[in-house]
């Protein structure tokens, strides 16, 4: 059974820093890229930042980049989102989706919830 679960998610004043993880089970968690995406309210759900498979590569949404940092261990099946310098805009359900694009395939976390809030 594919499981993917967030966690970390909370309430943080802004400029105030979070770290959020997903950890996977029920599949092959290292050949999988790994992504966060986060929905507002009212908002389409949009892309945060990927890592891929072997952690070589990363990439950002502009609206995070130099703030968040996206990293995995394989070892423990798990992709961590850091989230520095919060902002009000920053709140939202984080997501983390899991994709191996070879064979079409990617699974999605339930969602945690971040507020940043004064």
């Known amino acids: 059974q594919v499981q993917l679960v967030e966690s970390g998610g909370g309430l943080v004043q802004p400029g105030g820093s979070l770290r959020l993880s997903c950890t996977a089970s029920?599949?092959?968690?290292?050949?999988?890229?790994m992504n966060w995406y986060r929905q507002a309210p009212g908002k389409e759900r949009e892309f945060v930042a990927g890592?891929?498979?072997?952690?070589?590569?990363?990439n950002y949404a502009d609206s995070v980049k130099g703030r968040f940092t996206i990293s995995r261990d394989n070892a423990k099946n798990t992709v961590y989102l850091q989230m520095k310098s919060l902002k009000f805009e920053d709140t939202a359900v984080y997501y983390c989706?899991?994709?191996?694009?070879?064979?079409?395939?990617?699974?999605w976390g339930q969602g945690t919830q971040v507020t940043v809030s004064s």
């Open positions: 890592i891929s498979s072997t952690a070589g590569i990363t």
């Open positions: 989706k899991a994709r191996w694009g070879l064979i079409n395939k990617e699974y």
């Open positions: 029920g599949f092959t968690f290292s050949s999988y890229s």
